[in-house]
């Protein structure tokens, strides 16, 4: 009876009990979410989750140029902001804020302020309506698959007295996600900052904030540096990644902490410039013993028929990419330099009775006989030492070109497929070129398709090729187009598609990476920098380089590559995905321009 007498009075008042814990549970989350956020990240002493300010609603939207504009939403009592472009006049932070208001153009080769590399950013200032409280403002679009970020790189004096940071922001976030999905688990909102020291050992502090739809919030940590330490760098970085929406920051500072006890003076504790070096005296070790064995496996002076040729195709790969090898293999009857990166073999899967070196060895002799190389090829070995053996870029690309025997040589990734009789009709372009400078880099137009392009079904023709990218639904596009812009613009495709000449580029831009014929008739090219491994900027800086050490560039208007579709690799999922791992690799950058900077005398370094 009482079980019934229950029932009854559950039925009667159904929808104020549901109101009623539906009312609980909406007030009871965003106390939920801070807990459960905070328990996700408490091992890591030096994160911070933001606590909320007073409301503000802020709605990102699209500007009449397709920037992104901010739209502040108040009371009527309080202030209302509005866009400044003009901040030379404006004191923005306090002194003691080591960042820089600076955001470095696209022309500019420089390490002094806020950089963008292939995401784009919207800094705004805004102040009040007197114009003497003002605030930078950073506004993105982020992406579910890839990590959105802007940087600031500090090189700090030896004798700055600097022994910790205070490092504090605002953020705030929108997205189309429901507060009830699992995949907002792993998205990321925040800023951070990787305190690099003098001996390459680092720390990193954060501040996160919540990812979702949620107005303002502030964070501060600081940190104190090891006693036994000293600083060489600080490298903030704004970001966010795992969820389709937007994000904003602003008043991000970093702040000096000094030892009281110390003899630095006010005047130094206050001066930017004491603190930060804007040339600084970075040099990479010339000779880096890198943790591989190489082998020439097959010679090209072990073949009996001599192929008349005076143009090599550099290439590289790893031995899981056999098939991209056959590809190029099957247009490319000349010579070729391939460097082929053998992995140390699952321990499971290994004869444990044989050693690292033998099993690899092994490995590869079994993948080259399902090769058919009609070519004159030298093929170099690099054998891993470890499992956690980072797949070494630009050492590869090293290899292949020492050994390099004709005047001229092209240097391509093994996905990408040179187009047919691509050294027949580069020469025939070479009757066209007038001043025959050793010093000129031929620039290489490549493309990509759709997972239906292969190898097989390649544009045999410029004509074809035209068609198939012009096409209403195309097939083929320039490489890059829709994930990284920046990367080939330069190229400028679409004058491409209607010249037969060379044409020239004739200025710089930050992010531009295509790929090279060059002479190996210049003994002083410079040759890739082997700190760069796995993916990210390992051919950025080859471009750099070349571009202010005299060298012109030229576009050929009829030869290509097609980069064929291939899986992922796992490091450069690793960079796409890993905010960490995005960042080291951003700090190697800065430091590689600052010594680019002193090599060659740019900008702050003219005077060196």
């Known amino acids: 009876m009482m079980v019934k007498l229950t029932a009854m009075v559950l039925m009667k008042h159904r929808a104020f009990i549901i109101g009623s814990f539906i009312g609980i549970s909406i007030g009871l989350f965003?106390?939920?979410?801070?807990?459960?956020?905070?328990?996700?990240?408490?091992?890591?002493?030096?994160?911070?989750?933001?606590?909320?300010?007073?409301?503000?609603?802020?709605?990102?939207?699209?500007?009449?140029?397709?920037?992104?504009?901010?739209?502040?939403?108040?009371?009527?009592?309080?202030?209302?902001?509005?866009?400044?472009?003009?901040?030379?006049?404006?004191?923005?932070?306090?002194?003691?804020?080591?960042?820089?208001?600076?955001?470095?153009?696209?022309?500019?080769?420089?390490?002094?302020?806020?950089?963008?590399?292939?995401?784009?950013?919207?800094?705004?200032?805004?102040?009040?309506?007197?114009?003497?409280?003002?605030?930078?403002?950073?506004?993105?679009?982020?992406?579910?698959?890839?990590?959105?970020?802007?940087?600031?790189?500090?090189?700090?004096?030896?004798?700055?007295?600097?022994?910790?940071i205070e490092f504090s922001g605002k953020g705030s976030s929108q997205s189309d996600f429901h507060w009830r999905n699992k995949k907002m688990d792993a998205a990321?909102?925040?800023?951070?900052?990787?305190?690099?020291?003098?001996?390459?050992?680092?720390?990193?502090?954060?501040?996160?904030?919540?990812?979702?739809?949620?107005?303002?919030?502030?964070?501060?940590?600081?940190?104190?540096?090891?006693?036994?330490?000293q600083i060489k760098s600080i490298t903030a970085m704004l970001t966010c990644y795992g969820y389709d929406g937007f994000a904003m920051f602003q008043d991000i500072v970093i702040k000096p902490i000094y030892d009281d006890s110390t003899t630095t003076s006010l005047s130094v504790r206050k001066d930017r410039k004491k603190c930060v070096s804007s040339c600084p005296k970075y040099y990479k070790q010339e000779d880096v013993t890198l943790p591989f064995d190489t082998e020439k496996v097959i010679s090209s002076s072990d073949t009996s028929d001599t192929i008349s040729s005076n143009l090599t195709l550099v290439t590289h790969l790893s031995i899981d990419r056999m098939e991209a090898l056959q590809a190029i293999a099957d247009v490319w009857t000349g010579i070729m330099a391939v460097t082929i990166y053998v992995p140390v073999q699952d321990a499971k899967n290994r004869n444990v009775t044989q050693t690292v070196l033998q099993s690899s060895r092994r490995k590869l002799q079994e993948a080259l006989k399902k090769i058919n190389l009609r070519c004159q090829c030298d093929v170099i070995a690099v054998y891993a030492k470890n499992e956690t053996d980072e797949y070494p870029t630009n050492h590869m690309r090293n290899i292949g070109i020492k050994e390099v025997k004709t005047d001229y040589m092209v240097i391509l990734d093994a996905d990408f497929v040179p187009c047919p009789e691509f050294e027949k009709r580069f020469f025939q372009t070479m009757k066209k070129v007038k001043r025959k400078d050793p010093k000129i880099a031929f620039v290489v137009p490549v493309f990509e398709g759709s997972k239906e392009v292969t190898a097989s079904n390649l544009p045999k023709t410029k004509l074809e090729l035209k068609k198939m990218a012009r096409d209403e639904n195309p097939a083929i596009y320039p490489f890059a187009y829709y994930s990284s812009p920046l990367s080939h613009h330069l190229t400028n495709y679409t004058k491409w598609y209607t010249t037969w000449k060379p044409y020239k580029i004739k200025k710089?831009?930050?992010?531009?990476?295509?790929?090279?014929?060059?002479?190996?008739?210049?003994?002083?090219?410079?040759?890739?920098?082997?700190?760069?491994?796995?993916?990210?900027?390992?051919?950025?800086?080859?471009?750099?380089?070349?571009?202010?050490?005299?060298?012109?560039?030229?576009?050929?208007?009829?030869?290509?590559?097609?980069?064929?579709?291939?899986?992922?690799?796992?490091?450069?999922?690793?960079?796409?995905?890993?905010?960490?791992?995005?960042?080291?690799?951003?700090?190697?950058?800065?430091?590689?321009?600052?010594?680019?900077?002193?090599k060659y005398h740019i900008g702050p370094c003219a005077a060196e």
């Open 188 to 229: 990321i909102n925040g800023a951070q900052t990787l305190l690099k020291y003098t001996d390459d050992s680092y720390d990193i502090a954060r501040l996160l904030f919540p990812t979702g739809n949620y107005s303002i919030m502030s964070a501060q940590v600081s940190k104190i540096f090891p006693h036994d330490k």
């Open 30 to 164: 965003p106390l939920l979410f801070l807990i459960s956020y905070h328990y996700q990240q408490q091992l890591c002493s030096d994160t911070i989750i933001a606590a909320p300010l007073a409301p503000e609603i802020w709605h990102p939207r699209a500007g009449p140029s397709g920037k992104l504009v901010i739209r502040a939403l108040r009371s009527k009592e309080e202030e209302i902001f509005d866009d400044v472009s003009d901040t030379s006049n404006i004191n923005i932070a306090d002194m003691q804020n080591l960042l820089s208001q600076k955001v470095i153009s696209g022309d500019e080769l420089g390490i002094d302020g806020w950089w963008m590399s292939h995401s784009k950013w919207n800094a705004t200032t805004r102040c009040d309506q007197d114009a003497k409280n003002c605030t930078q403002v950073f506004t993105t679009a982020c992406r579910k698959q890839m990590t959105t970020a802007i940087y600031q790189f500090l090189p700090i004096e030896a004798d700055s007295g600097i022994i910790g």
């Open 508 to 598: 710089y831009e930050d992010g531009y990476e295509p790929y090279f014929v060059l002479s190996t008739k210049d003994k002083n090219m410079p040759l890739f920098d082997t700190r760069f491994s796995g993916y990210g900027f390992n051919k950025i800086q080859h471009t750099i380089e070349l571009m202010h050490s005299g060298y012109s560039l030229q576009v050929l208007p009829n030869v290509w590559a097609t980069h064929v579709y291939h899986r992922i690799s796992s490091f450069k999922k690793k960079f796409l995905n890993g905010p960490i791992t995005r960042l080291e690799n951003r700090i190697k950058r800065y430091e590689y321009v600052a010594e680019i900077m002193r």
